[in-house]
């Protein structure tokens, strides 16, 4: 059993001769009996290259020879699954080359009819007398129970009550008993009575407490399990340790920074942020004032803030973020935010410079004892003797807050004194790109960071993503926002009975209702997925709208065209016109997401709606709303899937952001959501933020009150070696030499 330190909070290192996880990654698979040349590449497509990565290729499911189904069960538009012998196999041509496989399935009693189109190589996977699996919808043709391009598992001839079912792809050549039969091997070689047994570093009041069994019964369970219910406890233990290990590595990186790292006291009740403060022209929503609370526990305390501020749009994160950059220029240091864009970062220039246009700070070498607080802009369209000028008052601390893209972590950029780093939109940059600005000062104290966006994410992605960082979240839009109305027309398809286009109505109606909301003095945003045409993608590309637009649907009204291929002089002019009211109509491509305020916008159109996911295009409708005029967004899409049309209904039915990121878990996964970690190789095989989302929370706590307990895991090694499995050599070189 685990052995346990004194307080019961042990490493549950078991015997030293127990198998470790990092032993079994470093045995090319290739050692197992059985495995030639040609599986082993067909192992490598599937990126199983160790024993490690053979155990953890889980089975995608179970075929349950208790709870089989029968062909003649079946009813018309049913999705189900049944276990067939194939009969015979038959292909021809059809129009235009094409080839359509006819396969005749059997399951002992009844027959079912597969059609596979333009899969010709199905013939030889499903020749006569194979064993197979069948997944998909019943249709009924000419009398005859029938599936189109069905999933097909192979599962061999196999005898057992549980099946495990492993994935297959024609690129790998491997069938699901090829894999089967390798994984058996590995646990014949690892496990008692053949093997070692396998080491569980996993501490034993986490056993207990959670009810959890043992890892060897866990990877026996997962993959040769007797009943359904030893599964489903083996699935149980497997996910909690794939979280589990993610939660550690984020909060020991998150301890090792506080205990590591020194930065600055700062000044959090200082003159600068009363008088910001008292000339606001508007209180504060409870959200802000309690996450600025959040933001100045951290900068008041000698520990480097790293804090992540969610806000959906138009919460209000700029504002908060000016209070963190006034604390540090209330002390006599400085201050920089960058931005993914150039647009973005004009736009906080301007205004962060109107928010502290009266605000002054002391300065000796004048006369009158101060000067005013110093707001500069550095991007690429900076001219050379600007830039000269800037990065010279820069270096001198004669600049309190510094606005930019990219172009602050050059070379040439110094900071006299930096002491808060804000990046907005950060998963528009990458780790080293964070480091880059924080190191832009040549003091030993460690600037404070906080980092923003506006894209609303689930709590347990959070938690994942982000969990080395404090979150504050913005959860209550400022009082004079307006809602925006949501709706969904439909693009124009085919002809309808009357022989008019169907959905032609409708849109028709909506450039209607566009027009009149012009013609009341207010502006409209018209999206497009594209900037030119595409063969492949039949979607409206910006050019071509922008022109039909202005010669039929809007014709008459001052459109301009704003796109990311455009000279940026270009792109300026037309910003400037649209936000002088010089423009009617912006057609653009997503250039627009971020950071575009202009409050005369009332209406967006976003074409090809269902070519957006939903957090893009809730970005987007927060171009419009952010005035006194009631607002709305139309989205022109024809839905041809069941996800697509949830994305569509879901932004129709609600403009919470956080609601709308959980809706976007459920439909979209979490594999974009865990992009964003920049870690090594990824852990989450079985794992899923939607399905395991209290498990997420779980691990955290755990993860939490071990490391508390055993700062740097110095008594769990085993626990600490596993972890370097699953981060990059950067960073597991920083939390073990820790």
């Not at 970062?345 to 004892?369: T, W, Y």
Request: charged letters at 30%; one cysteine or more; glycine letters at 8%.
């Amino acid at each position: 059993m685990p052995e346990e330190n004194g307080d019961g909070r042990g490493s549950g290192a078991g015997p030293q001769n127990l198998i470790t996880l990092a032993e079994l990654d470093a045995i090319p698979v290739d050692k197992l009996t059985g495995v030639g040349d040609k599986k082993s590449k067909g192992l490598a497509k599937a990126e199983v290259h160790s024993l490690f990565d053979l155990l953890t290729f889980y089975p995608r499911r179970y075929l349950d020879r208790t709870k089989e189904r029968r062909i003649d069960e079946m009813t018309e538009d049913e999705e189900a699954s049944v276990l067939v012998t194939v009969v015979k196999s038959t292909s021809r041509r059809i129009r235009g080359g094409k080839v359509m496989v006819n396969i005749t399935v059997t399951d002992g009693n009844s027959n079912l009819a597969l059609t596979f189109f333009n899969q010709a190589w199905r013939e030889r996977q499903l020749s006569a007398g194979r064993e197979a699996m069948i997944f998909g919808k019943i249709k009924y043709f000419r009398g005859q129970r029938q599936m189109a391009n069905p999933v097909v598992d192979l599962v061999g001839d196999k005898t057992g009550k549980i099946i495990p079912v492993y994935p297959q792809s024609e690129k790998s050549k491997l069938q699901s008993w090829d894999i089967a039969g390798f994984v058996a091997e590995t646990l014949r070689r690892t496990l008692p009575p053949k093997g070692r047994g396998l080491q569980d570093p996993l501490p034993m009041w986490i056993l207990d407490e959670h009810d959890f069994i043992n890892r060897e019964a866990a990877l026996r369970g997962i993959h040769a399990p007797d009943s359904m219910g030893e599964a489903m406890a083996a699935r149980k233990r497997l996910v909690f340790d794939e979280l589990f290990r993610m939660q550690l590595a984020l909060v020991l990186r998150k301890r090792m920074l506080e205990a590591t790292e020194v930065g600055l006291e700062h000044l959090v009740d200082g003159p600068l942020i009363a008088r910001f403060r008292e000339a606001l022209p508007f209180p504060l929503t409870g959200a802000q004032t309690r996450t600025i609370d959040e933001i100045f526990v951290d900068l008041a305390r000698p520990i480097p803030m790293h804090r992540l501020l969610q806000g959906d749009v138009g919460s209000g994160k700029t504002l908060v973020a000016v209070a963190a950059m006034l604390a540090s220029v209330d002390g006599g240091h400085q201050a920089a935010l960058m931005a993914p864009t150039e647009v973005l970062a004009e736009q906080h220039f301007s205004g962060i410079r109107a928010l502290l246009g009266d605000l002054h700070v002391p300065d000796p070498s004048n006369l009158m004892g101060e000067r005013p607080l110093k707001v500069e802009l550095l991007s690429n369209r900076t001219s050379t003797a600007d830039r000269r000028r800037i990065l010279s008052e820069l270096l001198l601390g004669q600049v309190d807050i510094m606005i930019g893209t990219h172009a602050l972590i050059e070379d040439k950029v110094r900071f006299d004194s930096l002491g808060v780093v804000v990046i907005d939109e950060q998963h528009r940059f990458g780790v080293e790109q964070r480091a880059a600005l924080r190191d832009k000062t040549d003091g030993e104290l460690i600037p404070d960071v906080l980092v923003m966006t506006a894209t609303p994410i689930p709590r347990t992605a959070a938690m994942t993503v982000y969990g080395d960082l404090d979150v504050s979240v913005l959860d209550e839009l400022p009082p004079g926002r307006t809602p925006i109305v949501t709706r969904w027309v439909q693009a124009p398809g085919s002809l309808d009975e009357s022989g008019s286009l169907d959905g032609a109505d409708e849109l028709e109606s909506m450039w209607q209702e566009i027009r009149s909301e012009i013609a009341n003095g207010r502006q409209a945003y018209v999206v497009c997925p594209l900037i030119d045409e595409s063969e492949k993608l039949e979607v409206a590309s910006a050019e071509e709208t922008f022109d039909r637009l202005r010669a039929v649907e809007l014709e008459g009204l001052r459109v301009g065209l704003l796109h990311g291929r455009m000279h940026s002089n270009d792109k300026d002019e037309t910003m400037t016109r649209f936000r002088d009211q010089k423009l009617d109509v912006l057609v653009a491509t997503t250039v627009i997401e971020v950071g575009v305020d202009v409050p005369n916008s009332t209406v967006m159109v976003i074409l090809d709606a269902d070519r957006f996911g939903i957090a893009q295009l809730h970005q987007l409708r927060g171009r419009v709303g952010r005035g006194e005029h009631a607002s709305t967004c139309w989205l022109v899409a024809e839905a041809t899937t069941p996800d697509g049309e949830s994305r569509l209904e879901a932004l129709v039915a609600s403009t919470d952001g956080f609601e709308l990121a959980e809706v976007d878990l459920d439909l979209r996964g979490e594999g974009t959501i865990l992009g964003e970690r920049q870690k090594g190789r990824n852990d989450l095989k079985l794992a899923s933020l939607r399905r395991d989302r209290t498990v997420v929370a779980d691990a955290r706590r755990a993860a939490i009150e071990l490391i508390d307990s055993d700062p740097g895991l110095a008594n769990s090694p085993d626990l600490m070696s596993e972890l370097g499995l699953f981060l990059d050599e950067t960073e597991a070189e920083f939390l073990m030499k820790g």
